[in-house]
């Protein structure tokens, strides 16, 4: 197994670090903002001050794994680490990166003899406890030698069916070669978008049933947390999101925490870009894309649920108002 360390100590980098520390792995993490190194050193890592520190406190062969916002931030960091490490490392992008970078980047690491991985990471601020679904793209060897980590991070629990998952463990793949796992996570996400946006016009249905417009007989003082609730239970449609809807409108019937705007974070742009160059029909994602361009001057119900999801999974907040 290889020596490992981590870049990047926001929500999702914690959680994976303490995921990691509480299964018994030995970590050295570095961040640029001293506060999570030294929460993460009281748990037990060894803090770096530096790059250039974190690479000489592990030992060959190296691997670490970055959890930076995507585009330029990588990049750097990518060719900082390219300098420092040696043949036989590995570095992984866990990030929300654009699937297209991953080749380019793994050609650069070649050069210098260090293995790529592009990892497509879900699980949010609840994968500490949950688990975290991986989509790993890059070669076999590199992905082989950090095989130790991706059982640590990914679910214990067996898949909701109760059966054993069909692969060697469950929330856990091997998607092909390098961008193929942030191809698979783009798209993870796209459908993400979708289905939260199905739940949330729903339960605005639902919502406008009292509306004082609506006849007498046809008007109902629906309690939304009760058919939450129920939905989550035994429906057809029952998930993790509508868990975190039943939970945001049990602690808030109102929702009055949620101005209902909605942020994107660029993989359902990226998943329309490519439906449109490879004219694959995608309305639903289209749809779901363009009514959180909308929710930032049309807060309603259903947008305020959908930010509440949003709080509740990946502990999302929502931007600025411009006024």
């Known amino acids: 197994m290889a020596s490992f360390g981590i870049y ?8 994976i670090a303490l995921r990691l520390l509480r299964n018994g792995h030995r970590l050295h993490v570095y961040n640029r903002s001293p ?7 009281q748990a037990g890592a060894q ?39 040696s043949p036989g ?3 992984i992008d866990g990030g929300n990166s654009y699937w297209k970078d991953a080749a380019r980047r793994a050609a650069m690491l070649e050069k210098r003899g260090i293995a ?21 793209g890059g070669p076999a060897e590199a992905a082989d030698l950090v095989d130790p980590i991706f059982a640590s991070l990914a ?38 978008y979708g289905m939260m946006q199905s739940i949330a016009e729903g339960f605005e249905f639902l919502a406008a049933a009292a509306a004082p417009s ?60 490519e439906a449109i160059e490879n004219r694959i029909p995608a309305p639903s994602l289209a749809a779901a894309l363009f009514a959180r361009f909308e929710s930032r001057t049309d807060a309603r ?7 509440a999801m949003r709080m509740g999974f990946g502990g999302h907040k929502e931007p600025p108002s411009p006024n």
Do not use: Y
């Not at 506060?35 to 050193?41: C, H, M, N, Q, S």
């Not at 520190?53 to 990049?75: K, Y």
């Open 8 to 15: 990047g100590l926001g929500r999702m980098g914690q959680a």
């Open 35 to 41: 506060g999570p190194i030294d929460l993460l050193v």
């Open 47 to 85: 803090g770096a001050t530096s790059l250039a520190h974190l690479v000489s406190q592990l030992e060959a062969p190296r691997c670490i794994w970055l959890m930076l916002p995507a585009g330029e931030p990588t990049d750097e960091a990518l060719v900082a680490l390219s300098e420092l490490l």
């Open 89 to 91: 490392d590995v570095l």
């Open 116 to 136: 790529f991985l592009d990892v497509g990471t879900s699980g949010g601020v609840h994968g500490l406890d949950r688990g975290f679904c991986l989509m790993v």
């Open 155 to 192: 679910p214990a629990e067996l898949a909701p069916n109760g059966k054993e998952p069909h692969g060697n463990r469950p929330g856990f793949v091997r998607t092909g070669p390098c961008g193929s796992g942030h191809f698979v996570k783009m798209v993870h996400n796209g459908i993400e």
């Open 214 to 273: 609506r006849l007498a007989n046809e008007k109902f003082e629906l309690k939304l947390d009760e058919i939450a609730e129920a939905w989550r239970r035994s429906s057809v449609i029952s998930s993790w999101l509508v868990d975190l809807a039943a939970e945001a409108l049990l602690n808030d019937p109102q929702l009055s925490a949620f101005s209902g705007r909605i942020e994107d974070s660029g993989e359902g742009r990226w998943m329309l870009h």
């Open 301 to 307: 119900f259903g947008n305020q649920l959908l930010s």
